[in-house]
C-alpha cells in the first residue's frame, strides 16, 4: 500500500509464481475525485481507461516497484466508483430482511463486504435454527447484525484499516526514510487492533468464540 487517502495504490500477487519467478498481480489505483466530477456512481466494472488515473501516479516509480509500469501492462482495467449508504434504521419488514451489500453497502476497505454478508447468512442460519424460519428470527438477525455492520460502514467511510497512510502523510507529507519513525509500531498496532475489533475479527475473541450457527448432531 502506497500513498494516502486522495490518492492510493494498493498491490498484492494473486498466484503462485510460474517458472520465471512471476506472478500474477492484482492492483488498485485509487484516485478521489470532485464531488461534482461527472460520475457516473451506481456503475460496477465498466473497463477502466488509464488515461483518467495514470497521471496521478506517473511518478511513483520506487526502487521495488514501478506502479506506472504496472499499470501500463495491465491485461485488464475495471473501474469502480467508491461509494457507500447510509446505515439503515431497519432490515426485516414483516417477511423480508435485507443481508450483505443489500443491508450495509460499505466502501471497499478492509476486505469486508463479503465476509459480514457471510457473517450474516451464519446469524440468520442461527435465529432459523434457534427460533424457526419466522418474523422473530429475522427480528433477532436484524437486532443482532445491523448495528455491528452499520459501525463498520461507518469506519469504513473514516478509512478503515488504510487511515495509517492518512496519518504518515498528515505528519511527513509522505516523505520518510523508516516508516516507523513516523507511526511508531505500537500506533499502528493498535489502529489495526481497533479496526478488526470494530469488525468481529480480533483473533483472540474470534478463537474463544463458539460456532454461530451451533453445534449439529449428524
Ligand atoms: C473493488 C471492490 C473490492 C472489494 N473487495 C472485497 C474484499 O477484498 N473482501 C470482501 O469481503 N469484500 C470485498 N468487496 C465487497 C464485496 O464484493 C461485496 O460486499 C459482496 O459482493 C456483496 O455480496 P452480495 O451477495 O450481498 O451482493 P452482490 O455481490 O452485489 O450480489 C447481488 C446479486 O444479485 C443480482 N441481482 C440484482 N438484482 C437482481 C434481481 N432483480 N433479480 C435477480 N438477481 C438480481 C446481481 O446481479 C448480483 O449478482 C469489494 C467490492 C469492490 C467493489
Not at 103 to 115: K, L, Q, R, T, V
Request: hydrophobic content about 40%; aromatic content about 10%.
Amino acid at each position: 500500500m502506497a500513498g494516502h487517502r486522495d490518492l492510493k495504490f494498493v498491490t498484492y500477487p494473486i498466484s503462485q509464481p510460474d517458472e520465471n519467478g512471476e506472478c500474477l498481480i492484482n492492483w488498485i489505483a485509487d484516485v478521489k475525485f470532485d464531488h461534482h466530477a461527472e460520475w457516473n456512481r451506481e456503475d460496477y466494472n465498466r473497463k477502466g481507461k488509464p488515461e483518467d488515473f495514470l497521471p496521478g501516479f506517473e511518478d511513483w516509480k520506487f526502487d521495488w516497484l514501478d506502479i506506472p509500469s504496472l499499470i501500463r501492462n495491465a491485461s485488464a482495467i475495471f473501474e469502480f466508483p467508491m461509494i457507500d449508504r447510509d446505515p439503515l434504521e431497519r432490515w426485516s419488514f414483516s417477511k423480508v430482511t435485507l443481508l450483505g451489500d443489500a443491508a450495509h453497502a460499505m466502501y471497499p476497505i478492509g476486505s469486508n463486504g463479503a465476509s459480514q454478508a457471510i457473517i450474516d447468512a451464519r446469524v440468520l442460519g442461527k435465529y432459523f435454527r434457534t427460533l424457526g424460519c419466522n418474523e422473530t428470527a429475522l427480528k433477532a438477525y436484524d437486532e443482532e447484525r445491523r448495528p455491528v455492520t452499520n459501525a463498520v460502514v461507518l469506519a469504513n467511510r473514516g478509512d478503515g484499516p488504510d487511515q495509517v497512510l492518512q496519518v504518515i502523510e498528515q505528519r511527513c507529507g509522505g516523505r520518510f526514510d523508516k516508516v516507523e519513525d513516523i507511526l511508531s509500531p505500537v500506533e499502528m498496532a493498535k489502529m489495526a487492533a481497533d479496526y478488526k475489533k470494530t469488525a468481529g475479527f480480533d483473533v483472540d475473541i474470534l478463537n474463544n468464540a463458539p460456532s454461530i450457527l451451533g453445534k449439529f448432531d449428524d
